[in-house]
């Protein structure tokens, strides 16, 4: 199956300029789905995972669906003021701006190896900012998995420490 087939792209999407890759064009068809979903669960087996860490909100969908397949619990990162309980932040500079994300403070422990997920690598910023959180906790970083990869952003450089995956890649718009 090419799961490129089923992504689908939207100019200037959220604003102009940018080529924003849809992915529930691919998660309504279900045959997409589960095949996306034993892709990513193939990179991640056999790798003693405790807890799927997914961004907000994309990442929930296919890391949900690795927790329960794996076996493991899933842990929400979200953008400020979403989680109820105690978190601890970490904030990142953007082009123009920045943003900040956070976790609950008792998510993981030392004794956690971690699967991180969300559904694409752009920058990376957000990605290393998860890292941050995941790691302040004490836990693990075994792998990053995302389903899509924008090569031309060059994401890759700043998770040079960690395992990387990206089940399809593209180096262009
Ligand atoms: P970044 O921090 O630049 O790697 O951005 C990653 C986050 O922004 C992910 O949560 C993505 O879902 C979202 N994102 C960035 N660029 C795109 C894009 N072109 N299409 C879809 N989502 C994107």
Known sequence: ??????????PDFP?????FKDITTLIKNAEGF????????????NKGITKVVGIESRGFIFGGALA?????????IRKPGKLPADTIKFTYELEYGSDSIEIHKDALDKNDKVLLHDDLLAT?????AACNLVEKLGARIELISFVIELDFLKGREK????QVHSLIHYDSE
């Open 68 to 76: 329960h397949k794996l076996g493991a619990g899933f842990v929400p």
């Open 159 to 162: 998770l040079k420490n960690y």
């Open 124 to 128: 990376g910023g957000t990605m290393e």
């Open 15 to 19: 604003i102009k300029g940018i080529v």
């Open 1 to 10: 199956m090419d799961i490129k087939k089923l992504i689908r792209d939207v």
């Open 34 to 45: 589960d095949y996306t979903l034993d892709k990513l669960y193939n990179l991640c087996n």
